[in-house]
């Protein structure tokens, strides 16, 4: 099989990739299809083919599947494990089954860890192995957590995991590893640009493969786990139950200001999505700042109750779908409209936020990043509290003046806003990171906790 009939979709903001597999005959497989299909659909367009199965590797708790879309509106059959109890139409797999992709076999593997239900589908070529899409079990450089189901399994889990890595271990050395999970996701894969790999290449440089016992494997894999978004606890249950279907284009209803503030006194919140500067030069008080980059989902869905109604602040140059397709795609539906005509049709109030550059530093620093990034170097004597704790966690924040600080500025903007919610109006947001004080101010940074 010629290796360009397999298509990596990769969403930079998840840290996940889908796959789109030719096979030969004007069909196609997908293999872990978001709901936001629109990568999948243009490549599909592009080479002229049509998808007749869809394929589920587990219960994804970090976005919506499109297997139910592409069932709906593709005709396309949706492969996953049996175990899964989906509540929707599926042809259920064990392990070793196999399903004829016209000259292709794609067999099921079940590989627990991740999930209890994790399946791998190993393609073949005839008796050759091709690849592996090994979803959440075997990824680049690591492998995907198993806390998601409780603290309480985790041990539990990480044994099957270190047993479902050794069974895909097994394969031949030339055989692809084509994982879903990769860098930038909350799975506890590492940081690097890999996204496919190859048996031969884990076995040689993945330290999780090279744990000498199960013991080790899970101090290892457990060693690497931060937090993780709040809607990872939904979204497995919801993947389980079945997405909706979506009809026709999403969008986004024009609202008045005065029907921003009816919305606001009913308890739906305003997400701004405008760039830094543009909502430190002014936003509507109770906002919550969310710039709109490959990040936004992560955020919008750790920060807003899925059953908030959400109202969207944008400038006219910041596409709807691209707010619309990744909220849907991490189960934020409730998207009830936008501000029509952007900041420049409010009426009334509004707040501002300070901006600094490093070196204009001059109050205590809240930084807001993950744990891993603080204990990497931070700025002295500033106070952590990571972002997605923020909203229980805002009082433990310095008192009096603070300046906020991330990576570059973006996240510092949400926890400020955030803040304000809560009453604060002393805030400063660093625009720049740990790297850029150091630069600017010729100052070290402090390491560990």
Known sequence: MERERLVPLVDEGLGNSAYLLDVGDGRALAVDPPRDLRALRAAAGKRGL?????????????????????????????????AGMRAFEHRGLTDGDEVD?????LRALATPGHTDEHLAFLLLDGPTPVGVFTG???????????DLLGEERTVELARAQYASLHRLAALPDATGVWPTHGAGSFCSAPPGAARTSTIGAEKAGNPLLAA?????FFDRLVASLGSYPAYFRWLAEANRRGPAVVNGLPHLPGLSAAEVRRFLADGAVVVDVRPVPDVAAGHIPGAIAIPLRAQFATWLGWLVDPGTPVMIVRN????????LWPALNIGVDHLVGELTGGMAAWTGEVTTTRLVRPDQVDAPVLDIRQAGEYTAGHLPHAVHLELGDLPATAHAA??????????HGERAMTAATLLERTGRHDLAVLVGGAEGWATATGRRLQEGS
């Open 316 to 323: 006219g140059d910041q596409d709807p779908a691209d707010i």
């Open 398 to 407: 310095p008192h009096g003046p603070v300046v906020v600080m991330c990576g």
């Open 101 to 105: 992709l016209g000259g292709l076999t």
């Open 136 to 146: 959440g079990s075997l990824i680049v450089g690591s492998a995907a957590r198993t």
């Open 50 to 82: 049509t998808v007749a199965w869809a394929a589920d590797t587990h219960l994804h708790a970090d976005f919506l599947s499109g297997a139910v879309q592409l069932a709906a509106t593709d005709g396309a059959q949706i492969l996953a494990s049996a």
């Open 212 to 216: 000498p016992d199960a013991d080790a």
